[in-house]
């Protein structure tokens, strides 16, 4: 079984919704390539080609498995994430000025607060700090 070969988002609406009847097992496979949602339902040959396969009790098993860890990784992640957030608290105009940045949201303006600090004087200079948070621009310029 292929269904990443066709599906672009594996953890989308569509894709769950398939993996969730494969775990199941009750539908067959033509039954669950119908379950796409969007412009993905114009692939139903490309989606029943995926999907044909043998899936036994242990696979089901497994995908079972895998899919409660992926669950449980992803909250353990929000509230880790949560934490993070909490502690911002005391560092709000710091931590905001960090995220009007292009590219640099709130967890990655919390990673930043956490390395380089508030007092940006200890640096000495903007390249310096830039340096040594990790975020020195590259200038990758070929051929002269």
């Known amino acids: 079984m292929r269904l990443s070969s066709v599906v672009s988002d594996i953890d989308g609406v569509s894709a769950g919704r398939m993996i969730e009847a494969l775990i199941e ?3 067959p496979l033509d039954k669950i390539a119908e379950l796409a949602l ?6 139903q040959s490309e989606l029943r080609l995926s999907l044909e396969g043998n899936l036994s009790d242990r696979h089901r098993f497994l995908l079972k498995t ?5 669950e449980w990784l992803s909250i353990t992640i929000a509230d ?5 957030v909490a502690a911002m608290k005391p560092y709000m105009t710091q931590w905001s000025l ?3 940045i292009p590219g640099v949201d709130e967890i990655s303006a919390a990673m930043l607060l956490a390395e380089i600090g508030t007092d940006m004087s200890v640096f000495g200079s903007k390249d310096r700090l830039c340096s040594w948070a990790g975020i020195s621009p590259g200038n990758n310029e070929s051929a002269g």
């Open 25 to 27: 097992g009750s539908e």
């Open 38 to 43: 969007g412009r993905l339902r114009k692939k």
């Open 98 to 100: 960090l995220q009007s």
């Open 80 to 84: 880790i994430d949560d934490q993070v």
């Open 66 to 70: 895998i899919k409660k860890h992926i």
